[in-house]
C-alpha cells in the first residue's frame, strides 16, 4: 500500500522570542538567559497552527520528531502521533542540538525535514543535511531574510497537506540567509548568503513549456532532457531505460537511444545498446565509478519499474543502488495520475517497499517535484 507522507519535525523553542523584546533576533546568550527567566518563544504556536491542518487527515502523514519542546510536546498538542526518535539534555536546546536532530530524522528515512525557527535554524538544518535534503521551514522567527520559508503557518500546513494528498509540488532551491545580530544591532544590516535548501513549493507549469495554457509534451521533454545532459557527470555510468522522455536525453547527448530498451552511457558515449539484464549486470560490474538509473514512468498506469523495462531486475536495481535512481517525467504525465502515486512491480515485494515513499522527480529544465511512490498492491 502506498507510505504516507514521512515528516520529519524540528522545532528551536527559542525562535521569536526576542522579536517582543526589541532584541533583532534570537541568537546567543540573552535570548537564552531571558528563556531560563521565564519567557517564551512563539515557535510552539505557530507550530501548531500548521501542525492543527493535517490533524483530520492522519492516515496520509507520518511524523516522526525530537522530543520535549523541539517537536513531541507540539505533535500531542495538534492531536497527531509521532515517534520521537531523541531529545535533547540540557535546560535549553541550542544550535548543536538542532544540528543533531535535523541529521538524526534524515537518518531516519523522513521524506521532508519540516522546521520551525528563523535563519538561524534554517543555518543550522543547512550545516546538518546539506542542500539536496528536502526541507520546509515555519516561519517563526525574528530575522526571515532566507527564502527556504512559507509565507505562513497556514500556507505551510497547506502545503503538507497538498504533498500528502499526491499533489504537484515541485522542489527548488532556495537560500539561506541570515543578518549579523551584533551588527544590526548598531544599525548596520549585514546579510550573508550561508547556501541552499532544497524546499518544496507549489507544484506550476514552467513557462516555457506552457502552450495555450497546457505543457506541451516535447518541449518539457526537452527541458528536461538539457538539464539531465547538462548535469552528467562525465565519471558516472548510466543506464537508461525505455521511453520517450529518456529518448530525449540521448539526443541531447548526441547519441542514439534505443526507444524501447535500455542502452549503457559513460562521458556521452553508447558503451552498450538495447542491453538485457545479465548484460547490465555486467556493466555495472565493470563501472569505473557509481552507476546510476535513469527511468520514466511507462504506461497510462504510472509504472516506473516492472512494466516495459523489466531489464531492471532487483539485481540490477540493487547493484546500482536505489539511491541512484534519476526519476524523469513530464508534469502532464504526473498530473494525469489526479493524485495516484507512481508505481513499482519489480517482482521483490521487500525491495518495492524499499523503492516506495516520496521521491524527487525532474519535470523540466532545473524544476522538480517531490510525489508519491507505491508498490502495485494499492
Given at each position: 500500500m502506498s507510505a504516507p507522507l514521512h515528516i520529519g519535525l524540528l522545532i528551536n523553542p527559542l525562535a521569536g522570542l526576542g522579536g517582543s523584546l526589541a532584541m533583532k533576533g534570537s541568537d546567543g546568550d540573552t535570548a537564552r538567559e531571558v528563556a531560563l527567566k521565564g519567557g517564551t518563544?512563539?515557535?510552539?504556536?505557530?507550530?501548531?497552527?500548521?501542525?492543527r491542518i493535517l490533524a483530520d487527515?492522519?492516515?496520509?502523514?507520518?511524523?516522526?520528531?525530537w522530543g520535549g519542546a523541539m517537536g513531541a510536546e507540539a505533535v500531542e498538542q495538534a492531536g497527531l502521533v509521532a515517534a520521537a526518535i531523541g531529545t535533547y539534555d540540557c535546560e535549553l536546546p541550542g544550535p548543536e542540538d538542532s544540528r543533531r536532530a535535523a541529521r538524526a530524522l534524515a537518518e531516519a528515512g523522513v521524506d521532508l525535514l519540516v522546521f520551525v525557527g528563523g535563519d538561524g535554524t534554517a543555518r543550522d538544518i543547512h550545516d546538518a543535511v546539506g542542500s539536496d535534503f528536502p526541507a520546509l521551514g515555519i516561519p517563526a522567527g525574528v530575522k526571515m531574510q532566507s527564502g527556504v520559508f512559507a509565507i505562513s503557518p497556514e500556507a505551510?500546513?497547506?502545503?503538507?497537506?497538498?504533498?500528502?494528498?499526491?499533489?504537484?509540488?515541485?522542489?527548488?532551491?532556495?537560500?539561506?540567509?541570515?543578518?549579523?545580530?551584533?551588527?544590526?544591532?548598531r544599525g548596520e544590516v549585514k546579510s550573508r548568503f550561508y547556501g541552499d535548501l532544497l524546499v518544496p513549493s507549489e507544484g506550476r507549469f514552467l513557462q516555457s513549456t506552457k502552450v495555450g495554457g497546457r505543457e506541451d509534451p516535447e518541449l518539457a521533454a526537452a527541458d528536461i532532457a538539457a538539464w539531465v545532459a547538462e548535469t552528467m557527470d562525465s565519471k558516472r555510468t548510466y543506464l537508461l531505460g525505455p521511453g520517450t522522455t529518456t529518448a530525449a536525453i540521448a539526443g541531447e547527448i548526441g547519441v542514439e537511444g534505443t526507444l524501447l530498451g535500455v542502452d549503457v552511457i559513460r562521458d556521452r558515449q553508447v558503451i552498450a545498446a538495447d542491453v538485457s539484464e545479465s548484460e547490465l549486470l555486467a556493466a555495472i560490474t565493470g563501472a569505473p565509478g557509481t552507476v546510476s538509473i535513469v527511468v520514466t514512468a511507462t504506461g497510462?498506469?504510472?509504472f516506473l519499474f516492472g512494466r516495459g523495462n523489466q531489464q531492471f531486475s532487483p539485481a540490477v536495481i540493487r547493484g546500482a543502488g536505489v539511491d541512484n535512481i534519476v526519476i524523469v517525467a513530464t508534469k502532464s504525465k504526473i498530473s494525469s495520475l489526479e493524485g495516484r502515486p507512481l508505481l513499482v512491480d519489480t517482482n521483490d515485494p521487500s525491495l518495492d517497499r524499499e523503492l516506495g515513499g516520496y521521491r524527487e522527480i525532474i519535470t523540466g529544465y532545473e524544476d522538480r517535484l517531490l510525489y508519491r511512490i507505491s508498490d502495485a498492491l494499492e
Amino acid at each position: 500500500m502506498s507510505a504516507p507522507l514521512h515528516i520529519g519535525l524540528l522545532i528551536n523553542p527559542l525562535a521569536g522570542l526576542g522579536g517582543s523584546l526589541a532584541m533583532k533576533g534570537s541568537d546567543g546568550d540573552t535570548a537564552r538567559e531571558v528563556a531560563l527567566k521565564g519567557g517564551t518563544g512563539r515557535s510552539q504556536e505557530r507550530a501548531l497552527r500548521a501542525l492543527r491542518i493535517l490533524a483530520d487527515n492522519k492516515d496520509l502523514v507520518q511524523v516522526s520528531c525530537w522530543g520535549g519542546a523541539m517537536g513531541a510536546e507540539a505533535v500531542e498538542q495538534a492531536g497527531l502521533v509521532a515517534a520521537a526518535i531523541g531529545t535533547y539534555d540540557c535546560e535549553l536546546p541550542g544550535p548543536e542540538d538542532s544540528r543533531r536532530a535535523a541529521r538524526a530524522l534524515a537518518e531516519a528515512g523522513v521524506d521532508l525535514l519540516v522546521f520551525v525557527g528563523g535563519d538561524g535554524t534554517a543555518r543550522d538544518i543547512h550545516d546538518a543535511v546539506g542542500s539536496d535534503f528536502p526541507a520546509l521551514g515555519i516561519p517563526a522567527g525574528v530575522k526571515m531574510q532566507s527564502g527556504v520559508f512559507a509565507i505562513s503557518p497556514e500556507a505551510a500546513g497547506e502545503l503538507l497537506l497538498q504533498l500528502a494528498r499526491g499533489g504537484l509540488v515541485g522542489l527548488h532551491p532556495r537560500e539561506v540567509r541570515d543578518i549579523d545580530e551584533d551588527a544590526l544591532r548598531r544599525g548596520e544590516v549585514k546579510s550573508r548568503f550561508y547556501g541552499d535548501l532544497l524546499v518544496p513549493s507549489e507544484g506550476r507549469f514552467l513557462q516555457s513549456t506552457k502552450v495555450g495554457g497546457r505543457e506541451d509534451p516535447e518541449l518539457a521533454a526537452a527541458d528536461i532532457a538539457a538539464w539531465v545532459a547538462e548535469t552528467m557527470d562525465s565519471k558516472r555510468t548510466y543506464l537508461l531505460g525505455p521511453g520517450t522522455t529518456t529518448a530525449a536525453i540521448a539526443g541531447e547527448i548526441g547519441v542514439e537511444g534505443t526507444l524501447l530498451g535500455v542502452d549503457v552511457i559513460r562521458d556521452r558515449q553508447v558503451i552498450a545498446a538495447d542491453v538485457s539484464e545479465s548484460e547490465l549486470l555486467a556493466a555495472i560490474t565493470g563501472a569505473p565509478g557509481t552507476v546510476s538509473i535513469v527511468v520514466t514512468a511507462t504506461g497510462a498506469q504510472g509504472f516506473l519499474f516492472g512494466r516495459g523495462n523489466q531489464q531492471f531486475s532487483p539485481a540490477v536495481i540493487r547493484g546500482a543502488g536505489v539511491d541512484n535512481i534519476v526519476i524523469v517525467a513530464t508534469k502532464s504525465k504526473i498530473s494525469s495520475l489526479e493524485g495516484r502515486p507512481l508505481l513499482v512491480d519489480t517482482n521483490d515485494p521487500s525491495l518495492d517497499r524499499e523503492l516506495g515513499g516520496y521521491r524527487e522527480i525532474i519535470t523540466g529544465y532545473e524544476d522538480r517535484l517531490l510525489y508519491r511512490i507505491s508498490d502495485a498492491l494499492e
